[in-house]
């Protein structure tokens, strides 16, 4: 295995929000025992909190915020808090790379535990290898369930929890179009054929040559693999198809169910065997140690716009999807936009569509098909069923208030303006526009007129 004695200058980085400390002090404290001549860092997908250490001593913590990245507050606030903390990937390897000059730089998920050297890993770089990637499978997977070879083509050939790149020409080129792509397009859609910054990475074997694809079966043990390896256990530890477990990836565990390894999948769900709940028992452990489940919850601080008010994933895609540049810090102020008439209807209509809530009857064919947004009864529906829904779609009252005045079904006014409006059509609000705005009337004429239409209107 390669050392800092052979000149190697060597870095280990992982990414995560403050959220995810227990997980990312299991994976720091295990790399520190097999790779103590790597250099560990963590990359912050959030910003430093006072009251919230990391607690393992040699990790230094950079900021994303402190990056470089261009407009950084549009870059954080278009992602959820995963697509987040896979697009700053790239950006934090090159800054190892070019900036702090590291030899190879090893990116491992805050979610994976080491229990042995990365030996193959750092072979690959002695034979020639610029980057060194491990698959999701290594042999077909032809189950109807998930990850079988078509759900993982869907998710991306290799997983990207780790990637190792050596200080080369071609990394940095690679690195640089990786950036270009997560800039905006880190997003996880994959029915469009894009799963964060993993689907990417597909290309990168087209792309460059030197590209080492290990099939080691004792790297990168997961849900998605299992069924192809063997786990066994020893007085000394895990093997995987006879050999030392050099790092298992817990992807998708959950504290609250020890007997299900990934909520990723309905596979390994209950009656594990004795090796692997054996595995997943020693990491859950591992996390209560490292302080998962105490009283401080850390808030991730790009979910909220800066008056507090809860960012909601289908806002950060509406703000994605707007057919120009929103020119302010959306942290500020796109709650604003959110909340304007949409211009969808005329804005003398009484039960307005906001932006919102224009985008979310854009997104969902079933409300298109139950609110005909052109007629009065079909806005008002729609507003009755945005208030009803709005707390599972994590919309804040505030983005209730444009409408939730006008709601009431058995209000006199809302009786009267249906009337009208099936008697007459939507034209009666052009007709009771045109009374605001008709000063050319003579001023006995007008003030009649406006009183006769109040006592329709309540």
């Known amino acids: 295995m390669s050392s800092k004695s052979n000149n190697k200058k060597r870095a280990i980085v992982s990414i995560c929000s403050n959220n995810y400390f227990?997980?990312?002090?299991i994976l720091f404290d295990s790399a520190q025992k097999h790779h103590p001549e790597a250099d560990l860092f963590l990359c912050l997908a959030d910003e430093i909190l006072p009251n919230v250490e990391l607690g393992i001593r040699g990790v230094e913590i950079i900021p994303a915020a402190s990056l470089g990245i261009?407009?950084?507050?549009?870059?954080?606030?278009?992602?959820?808090?995963?697509?987040?903390?896979?697009?700053?990937?790239?950006?934090?390897?090159?800054?190892?790379?070019?900036?702090?000059?590291?030899?190879?730089?090893?990116?491992?998920?805050?979610?994976?535990?080491?229990f042995a050297p990365m030996s193959s890993?750092?072979?690959?770089?002695?034979?020639?290898?610029?980057?060194?990637l491990t698959p999701h499978l290594t042999a077909p997977a032809e189950f109807k369930d998930f990850p079988n070879d078509i759900g993982i083509m869907k998710a991306g050939i290799y997983n990207l929890g780790f990637i190792a790149l050596n200080n080369s020409p071609d990394a940095i080129s690679f690195l640089q179009w990786w950036e270009r792509k997560l800039r905006f397009q880190c997003i996880n859609q994959q029915n469009q054929g894009v799963f964060v910054d993993q689907k990417f990475v597909d290309l990168l074997p087209a792309f460059h040559d030197n590209v080492a694809i290990l099939r080691d079966h004792t790297l990168n043990v997961a849900y998605w693999n299992l069924d192809q390896r063997q786990l066994?256990?020893?007085?000394?530890?895990?093997?995987?198809?006879?050999?030392?477990?050099k790092f298992f990836h817990f992807s998708g565990i959950d504290a609250q169910k020890p007997q299900r390894l990934s909520k990723h999948t309905e596979r390994f769900n209950g009656d594990l065997d004795a090796p692997l709940q054996a595995i997943v028992n020693h990491y859950l452990e591992g996390l209560q140690r490292f302080g998962y489940g105490a009283k401080i919850n850390p808030k991730y601080r790009y979910s909220k716009f800066n008056n507090d008010l809860a960012i909601a994933d289908l806002?950060?895609?509406?703000?994605?999807?707007?057919p120009e540049k929103?020119?302010?810090?959306?942290?500020?102020?796109?709650?604003?936009?959110?909340n304007q008439p949409s211009g969808f209807v005329s804005s003398i209509s009484p039960w307005k569509v906001t932006n919102l809530m224009r985008y979310l009857w854009e997104q969902r064919p079933d409300l298109q098909t139950a609110f005909d947004?052109?007629?009065?009864?079909?806005?008002?529906n729609y507003a009755l069923w945005f208030v009803r829904h709005a707390a599972e779609n994590n919309f804040d009252d505030y983005f209730l208030k444009p409408i939730i005045e006008n709601v009431d079904p058995e209000s006199r006014k809302y009786q009267s303006?249906?009337?009208?409006?099936?008697?007459?059509?939507?034209?009666?609000?052009?007709?009771?526009?045109?009374?605001?705005?008709?000063?050319?009337?003579?001023?006995?004429?007008?003030?009649?007129?406006?009183?006769?239409?109040?006592?329709?209107?309540?």
């Open 315 to 322: 806002m950060r895609r509406c703000y994605r999807d707007l």
């Open 121 to 132: 890993v750092f072979d690959a770089f002695e034979a020639g290898a610029d980057f060194v």
């Open 232 to 245: 066994t256990q020893t007085e000394t530890g895990w093997l995987v198809d006879g050999e030392p477990l």
């Open 70 to 114: 261009e407009n950084f507050p549009d870059f954080a606030f278009r992602y959820n808090i995963m697509e987040f903390n896979t697009a700053v990937k790239p950006f934090v390897m090159r800054q190892l790379i070019e900036s702090r000059g590291y030899t190879e730089v090893v990116y491992l998920d805050p979610d994976i535990e080491l």
């Open 22 to 25: 227990p997980y990312v002090r």
């Open 373 to 380: 947004l052109n007629h009065l009864e079909g806005r008002f």
């Open 326 to 338: 929103f020119s302010e810090n959306p942290f500020d102020s796109f709650y604003k936009y959110l």
């Open 417 to 458: 303006l249906l009337w009208l409006t099936k008697k007459f059509g939507d034209s009666t609000w052009k007709f009771r526009n045109f009374l605001k705005t008709s000063l050319w009337l003579p001023r006995k004429l007008r003030k009649p007129l406006r009183l006769l239409f109040k006592s329709f209107s309540g």
